[in-house]
């Protein structure tokens, strides 16, 4: 009886060993944006110093970030898309979400812009403009925040792309810029990454700070009652953090080539 008490407890004492290791670990999940942008970098060490937590970075899109959510494979949400967001919480898979910091989307293209999008008058235009020369585009295609922007510019330009100069990737943002560069395409991307790839780039803003390409970033608490077994606590504690003051100094204060990716929500607007 005493060996089968003593291997009983050391059996609880080895799952309470690997619950309170599992508790030392939160699962971000986050989109390729935001990790490619070099962010990340700044604002993970930081957190884990202060919190004594150790952060595992899973970036992809933000469709597939949605996806690892629902499935139990993430503890906390930091995504670019309000209406995925939205949908998320109405569907109670999530519990809330905090707005954390924004920057712009860029329709890029080549110098000589063959579409006329330099004098287009939003974005749903440009994206027109593109359309009826029958130049080439290159999408994400992968049901990011960047992709699900898209489809809604596409949307209000008329409809859908069908002309053989449009191409889709199906890859993550610093891969498409490659390919659209390579191929001397139109593409939609967010600032930072183009600030991040920009010394190898030949592409050119053509439009940019519009209110249309206004690129938001959220914090998305994950439900307990649908997912127990994720590491609650320690969301609660990273998403408290990207919201405070020392996590909103190293946004602000992040910078490639000198020049601002991101800023907090609480600073200007374009």
């Known amino acids: 009886m005493r060996r089968c008490l003593s291997l009983a407890a050391l059996a609880v004492l080895a ?4 619950c309170r290791h599992e508790a030392r670990h939160v699962r971000l999940g986050t989109t390729t944006s935001v990790q490619d942008s070099g962010l990340l970098d700044d604002l993970v060490p930081a957190f884990e110093q202060t919190a004594g937590l150790h952060v595992d970075v899973i970036a ?7 996806r690892l959510a629902r499935d139990g494979n993430v503890d906390l ?13 109405a569907a109670g898979e999530g519990v809330a979400r905090r707005s954390l910091m924004w920057n712009t989307f860029e329709l890029l293209g080549p110098a000589e812009d063959p579409a006329g999008v330099r004098a287009a008058r939003s974005a749903p235009d440009a994206l027109a403009r593109i359309a009826r ?5 290159v999408s994400r295609g992968d049901d990011s925040g960047t992709h699900r922007l898209e489809r809604r510019l596409w949307r209000d ?22 390919v659209a560069d390579e191929l001397g395409a139109y593409v939609l991307t967010d600032r930072g990454t183009r600030l991040g790839y920009q ?4 592409l050119v803003p053509m439009l940019a700070d519009r209110p249309e ?4 970033y959220s914090v998305v608490l994950i439900s307990p009652a649908k997912h127990p077994d ?3 606590e320690g969301a609660r504690r990273l998403g408290d953090w990207l919201l405070s003051p020392d996590a909103t100094r190293l946004v602000e204060a992040f910078r490639v080539n000198g020049q601002p990716l991101f800023h907090a929500m609480n600073t200007r607007s374009p």
């Not at 992809?60 to 949605?66: P, R, S």
């Not at 390409?213 to 938001?216: F, H, P, T, V």
């Open 157 to 178: 330009a008329g409809g859908p792309p069908a002309w053989p100069g449009y191409r889709e990737t199906g890859q993550g943002m610093g891969a498409t810029l490659r």
């Open 60 to 66: 992809v899109g933000t469709g597939a970030a949605f």
């Open 213 to 216: 390409l206004r690129n938001e």
């Open 199 to 202: 010394q190898g780039l030949r």
């Open 77 to 89: 949400l930091l995504v670019h898309d309000r209406e995925g967001e939205e949908e998320f919480l």
């Open 230 to 232: 994720l590491n609650h």
């Open 133 to 137: 020369a029958g130049a080439v585009f």
């Open 15 to 18: 799952l309470g060993a690997a």
